[in-house]
């Protein structure tokens, strides 16, 4: 789980640019061939679709964190299997 854990985070962040840039950068195409019909909705769905599996991997990584209370200060750790 600790590596699973780390790379939920970045791998999150990273699916969530990629999708977002590049289902604008699609989407952006598509009106310029004149396609606004059902290629142009399904684009777009896909991209929601692929944002939120980003959204979802980095709650996910949230999931691996353990936090530990100390006296003077807090300590959020990967949780260790």
């Known amino acids: 789980m600790v590596a699973t854990g780390r790379w939920l985070l970045p791998a999150g962040c990273a699916t969530l640019l990629v999708a977002a840039l590049g289902g604008e950068v699609a989407q952006g195409l ?15 769905h896909a991209e929601e679709l692929a944002e939120n599996a980003g959204v979802l991997l980095m709650l996910a990584a949230t999931a691996a ?6 006296q003077t200060h807090v300590e959020l750790t990967y949780r260790t299997p």
């Open 65 to 70: 964190l353990r936090l530990t209370r100390h």
């Open 30 to 44: 598509l009106p310029a061939r004149s396609e606004t019909g059902p290629l142009y909705t399904l684009t777009y």
